[in-house]
């Protein structure tokens, strides 16, 4: 079971990792924003509270930041330099690993608790030099290494932890081809048809990399957004008809998906900024409102058949609840994606990428979610023995959130 501790929507973690690849061997150093509890710390810390966190740091270094070279995981050594305290305080980290004779490939493995991270890439196994971002609990796309024509991940900034600020770019400026090709692995072509045939390949790649990144916001790291779309899908098991709830479903999932989108659009764009410790709490209400909801219908209804006048009146109602939630949602979909950054030069391809993801994500748990209760909505034990509890838990991991937000 996993606790709803662990299934936190954003982590605020963001670190920036430097490393180089020699033959036989890779080091490099982490740069890690400090955990929240000792942004606020007063003093300095005991030397046995300094150790215990030394230890408790790199043995999450060790366990949550891999490199694969070939398929096979390199055993990463790392050693603590030095430990932030204070709002803008930063850990940092020295690691080092084998390499393997030859690599091709490399993916990069970042476990959730480390959180979001940019990596830059340099050294004599990279034909030029490579900065990329990997999301937590995830993977980098593969890295190609030695000489190779294959497209490399969209190099891009990101902010540097603790500061605010982004660091000095290393990329290619528009001008500068040669920069430019080292930054997508040294590939060039020397012909204007194969380097826009290059350009093609890259660009397909990064909308596939912000495509991704939008499903996995939703699917597995969006807890609180894939509980909202459950208990929609609970609210409209109960009308009546077979199939005729799936239609007012639809209409409800189009007003969520148009508001978030509208918000995700401003919020990324920078028209509309709210800060996260206001939004973050107001989405875990949603969430306790769409577990309570199906509740309420179900058991505090009026007896008997509503009229066409009531019946138009819940619509209306549940429409534009589910529209204004939409918005908060949306807002945070924007501040997950800000983490990350839209690409240079293509901010209409990243955001529509990245919003086609989070719908896929969302019409994923829809369909399977709404498969299950087609199969069960009908049977005498539904009510009991699947909605009530389904709904409570909804309702308490919302109000969970909605207090560890808040505190």
């Not at 929240?36 to 150790?51: F, R």
């Not at 080092?96 to 979001?116: F, R, T």
């Not at 030029?128 to 000489?147: D, E, F, H, M, N």
Request: with cysteine; charged share 15%; glycine share 12%.
């Amino acid at each position: 079971m996993l606790w709803p501790g662990l299934l936190l929507a954003h982590p605020l973690s963001f670190g920036t990792a430097d490393i180089t690849l020699s033959p036989g061997e890779f080091h490099g150093k982490l740069v890690l924003d400090s955990p929240p509890e000792y942004a606020e710390a007063t003093g300095p810390a005991s030397e046995t509270e300094q150790a215990e966190r030394k230890r408790q740091l790199k043995q999450l270094i060790e366990n949550g930041f891999v490199l694969q070279f070939d398929g096979a995981n390199s055993k990463t050594h790392a050693e603590v330099l030095t430990l932030g305290t204070g709002p803008t305080g930063v850990d940092t980290v020295r690691v080092h690993g084998k390499i393997p004779h030859e690599p091709k490939e490399l993916v990069i493995h970042v476990a959730y608790e480390v959180g979001e991270m940019g990596v830059d890439l340099s050294g004599s196994l990279l034909n030029g030099r490579l900065r990329g971002y990997v999301p937590k609990q995830t993977s980098s796309a593969t890295i190609y290494l030695g000489a190779t024509d294959k497209p490399q991940p969209w190099p891009r900034p990101w902010t540097a932890p603790g500061t605010g600020k982004k660091p000095p770019e290393r990329n290619a400026g528009a001008g500068d081809a040669s920069a430019r090709e080292a930054s997508w692995g040294g590939a060039s072509t020397g012909s204007a048809g194969d380097g826009a045939a290059q350009r093609g390949e890259v660009w397909a790649l990064g909308f596939w990399q912000y495509l991704t990144l939008g499903f996995r916001h939703i699917v597995p790291h969006g807890a609180d957004h894939v509980l909202f779309v459950i208990g929609l899908l609970l609210t409209h098991s109960l009308l009546p008809g077979r199939f005729r709830w799936l239609r007012q479903l639809a209409l409800q999932l189009s007003l969520f998906t148009l508001s978030h989108s509208v918000t995700l659009a401003l919020g990324s764009l920078g028209v509309v900024n709210i800060d996260a410790d206001v939004i973050e709490p107001l989405i875990a209400l949603s969430i306790v409102y769409v577990g309570v909801e199906p509740l309420l219908a179900k058991f505090w209804s009026t007896p008997g058949e509503p009229s066409k006048e009531q019946k138009r009146t819940q619509l209306w109602r549940r429409s534009s609840v589910v529209f204004a939630f939409g918005l908060l949602h949306g807002l945070g979909f924007a501040s997950a994606l800000s983490v990350k950054g839209l690409q240079e030069g293509a901010l209409v391809k990243s955001l529509l990428a990245f919003n086609l993801g989070v719908e896929a994500g969302q019409l994923f748990i829809a369909a399977v979610i709404g498969a299950l209760l087609l199969a069960v909505r009908m049977r005498g034990f539904y009510a009991r023995f699947v909605l009530t509890p389904t709904c409570a838990l909804i309702g308490l991991v919302g109000a969970f959130w909605f207090i560890e937000r808040i505190s």
